[in-house]
Each structure stands twice: as structure tokens, then as C-alpha cells.
């Protein structure tokens, strides 16, 4: 199972980390670790592309199926609209491919600190 913890200090979203794999379907086959693999590299590369947001990477390991990712001006509540939006656009995907292929494969779990 893929489980994305979401780290919010006052409402703003600071940090992510996915972890897990899906046992949808066999390596390669699976099109729900796809979907969030796809999902989370795109939410990171327009962040760094499209915006001014810092971006910390903690943990990145595919055979793991780890992506651990911080943002630092997030947490001081200095964050950029689009980068917002972005990340915003991300945890929408991840509860859609949640509805529509259920708890089994993925869980997303909202942590306030």
C-alpha cells in the first residue's frame, strides 16, 4: 500500500512524504504507482521550474518507493501563491486515484503540527 503523509503547520501544507507501493498490479504494470510517481515528480518539477518556492528533498528511493520532500519558506507561512496552487493540484490527484481505486491501495493522511 502507498501511504502519503501531509505535513501542515497552520494550514499551509510544508512537507510530503509517499512511501509505499500500490501491489496493484506487477512491477511495471502498475498503473497506480504510475499515477502518483507521475502526479508527485510533476507537482516538484513545476514547483522548481514555475515558481520561486525552496524545495528540500530529503529521501528519494524508487525501490522503496520513497519521496520525502520539504518546504522551508512553507513552514515560516512565506510561500508562494503558485506553488500553492501546485501542491494543491497534487493532493487532489492523490484522493482522486484514492476514490476511484479505494483504501487499499493508497492512503492519504493529513498531519497538523
Not at 27 to 36: F, L, P, S, T, V
Amino acid at each position: 500500500m502507498i501511504c502519503a503523509n501531509l505535513y501542515y503547520h497552520h494550514e499551509v501544507l510544508w512537507r510530503f512524504k509517499v512511501e509505499g507501493h500500490s501491489r496493484y498490479a506487477e512491477h511495471g504494470a502498475d498503473i497506480i504507482c504510475a499515477a502518483i510517481s507521475m502526479l508527485i515528480f510533476n507537482t516538484v518539477n513545476s514547483i522548481t521550474e514555475l515558481t520561486d518556492e525552496e524545495i528540500c528533498i530529503h529521501k528519494m528511493d524508487s525501490g522503496k518507493g520513497l519521496f520525502d520532500c520539504e518546504f522551508p519558506k512553507r513552514k515560516l507561512q512565506t510561500s508562494s501563491e503558485q506553488a500553492e496552487l501546485l501542491l494543491n493540484s497534487m493532493i487532489l490527484g492523490l484522493n482522486t486515484i484514492k476514490q476511484t481505486y479505494g483504501e487499499n491501495y493508497i492512503k492519504v493522511n493529513t498531519i497538523r503540527r
